[in-house]
Structure formats: C-alpha cells, structure tokens
DNA sequence: CCTCACCTTCACGTGAACGTCAAGGTTGTG
DNA sequence: CACAACCTTGACGTTCACGTGAAGGTGAGG
C-alpha cells in the first residue's frame, strides 16, 4: 500500500503546474469545474494530483479542442454521471439493472464520441484541402527541378512533411 | 459566354443563406475579413458568390475548427499572399524566383497544415480514449449477456481522467 | 515576534464577438 | 407616390473568460 503522496500544493504551485493562471483556476472553480481537494486552516486552497489531472483536463479540452467553458462543464458533469453510475453498478447484481446502467453509461459515450467526432471530421478535411495545396505547389515545384536544370545554384528544399 | 449569375444579395438574403447575422457579417467587413463585391446606389452591401463562399469559411474556420477572427484573419491573409504569389509567377518565367515564391508559398502552407494537424491530432487522442470507455462498457455488456456472473473483477487500477 | 511572500475575498476593468436600439436613408411594389 | 420593408452608420449594452488591483489574513524562516 503505498501512502499516494498527501502533497497537497497551494495555487501557485498549481498555476505553475497546469499552465493555467491563479486567476482562471479560481474562477474554474467559481464555475463548479472543481474543488479543491481540501483547504488549509487559514482557508488557503490545497489541490492534490486529481486535482491537477482534471485542471490539465480542462486546459486541453479549452486550447485543443476549443469548447466552451459551459459545454466542459458539460463533458464533466457527464464524467461524474458516470462515475456514479459505476458505483451504482458495483453495488447491484441484478442483471437487467447492471445492463440498464450500462447502456446509459454507453449512450452517453456515444453522445461524446459523436460531438468529439463531427469536429475531428471538419477539422480533417480542412487539412486534406491544405495537403491538396501542396501537393499543387509541390508538383510545381518538381516540374521547375526536373525538366529546365537551368544554370543555378540548386538550393535544397527543406522537405519536413514527406 | 455564361452570364453567370451576375445575382448579387442584400445583407439579409446573405445572412439567411450562411447562418450568420447581420451584424456578424457587418462586424467581419470592419475587421478586414471581407468587403462586399459592391455597393448599391444607396450604398447598399452586396454580396456574390464568391463573398458568400468566403462567409461560409469563415464561419467554418470559427465553428468547426474554433479559431479566434484574429486567426482567421490571418489564414485569410495567408491566403491572399497566396494569391498574390501565383500572379506574380505567372508573370515571371525567371526559374530562380519561381522557385522562390513556390517555396515561400509551401512554407505557408505547411505551417497551415502543421497547425490544423496539431489540433487534429488532440482531437483524435481525446475520441481514441472515449472510444476506450466505450469498449471498456461494451466489454461488460457482452459479459453480462453471455456469461453467468463469473465474479471476475479483473480490471485494471481504471485510470480516471484520460 | 517579525517579516515577507503567498493567500483570501470582493470588485471593477478588459478584449473579443457580437446584440440591440436609434435616427435616418433606400427600394420596390401597389 | 406612398409606404412597408429593407438598409445605413453610430453608439451603447452584453456575455465570456479572465486580468488587475485593493484590503486584509496566513505561514514558514530568521
């Protein structure tokens, strides 16, 4: 059993950590988007490594993704939805309400899965018009190479995506 | 010779056929994003295909792929530099600055591409893990169907905010 | 105990991306 | 030509996601 570190760190520790400023993961938390894990005697804010996962959590889902605060308040209440749901699993073992438990668990997934999806797809072919571009430039490119050789110093194209 | 449609569109019929506003369309004009094809007697926008086209990226760029209008207005840019770039190679047959300006021009580009795959790429990390879950809850329903309740509780220590 | 760096809770400020009147001009249809 | 329905340019309001003090409390070292 190990004791998991109780090193709970204060805000700034935690700021420097995730990226994030003292100002946003206080005003996170003013959203409900977390708590911290536990406060000091003068009512200093402790996090613990949850803590940190989940600000990193919504950091990503912010800058990579770029959903809105309210819509990962969403994702996360939906992430608690199933934790619950998971305890509730646990606790049961008659069949029909396991699969019942289940099966909502799964739409839900699903749900995600589908959003994450329709934005991935656009975003992809976005990328497939750009590769389409230059895969033009490029075979432009090949053609100046190739067919003239003309009295010039050949400077090397820099190829970085082959 | 087609006419083709010399049809130019009000504001209104412009944000009826793209999903914007008004006021949006109006707002873009004034960050530099676009300028309506021409103006009416009465100083009327109006709009044409190619203005409703751009209007339509735009609200791609800022939908689906959630950049700010400052970075849209900077693709757009690039864009035009584009544009600008295949102009001036077609007016010059100068083998040496033909290559230059296809090299700049695939220099943008890739640093387009670079940009939308890293978006991409975070998406697809965050639906990979989704679709883990939903394995994962896919595997327990299989196991409830067909199999009587083997007491096997051998999963792993489930780690929490993937 | 003192100090200084860090923390607390208000509370107002800011930039982005529009919304929403207000006051007037323009179009096209009866 | 009357007039409703659209348009114009301001200009101020709003929401989101924080930034930036202000005024005071906390906590570990010397």
Do not use: C, W
Not at 5 to 16: F, G, K, P, Y
């Amino acid at each position: 059993m190990t004791h998991t570190d109780v090193r709970l760190l204060r805000i700034n520790e935690v700021a420097a950590e995730t990226g994030l400023t003292t100002r946003a993961i206080r005003y996170y938390e003013e959203l409900g988007l977390l708590e911290p894990a536990a406060r000091s005697e003068g009512d200093y804010r402790l996090y613990d490594q949850s803590d940190l996962d989940r600000l990193l959590f919504i950091r990503s889902l912010r800058d990579d993704a770029g959903f809105s605060l309210a819509q990962i308040g969403q994702l996360l209440e939906d992430e608690a939805a199933r934790e619950r749901n998971r305890e509730r699993l646990r606790s049961t073992t008659d069949p029909d309400e396991r699969r019942a438990l289940l099966l909502d668990a799964q739409r839900r997934v699903d749900r995600q899965i589908e959003f994450l999806r329709a934005k991935a797809d656009r975003l992809a072919s976005m990328i497939e018009a750009a590769e389409a571009r230059r895969a033009h430039l490029a075979g432009h490119l090949a053609e100046l190479d190739h067919v003239p050789a003309p009295y010039s110093e050949r400077q090397k194209k820099q190829a970085k995506t082959p």
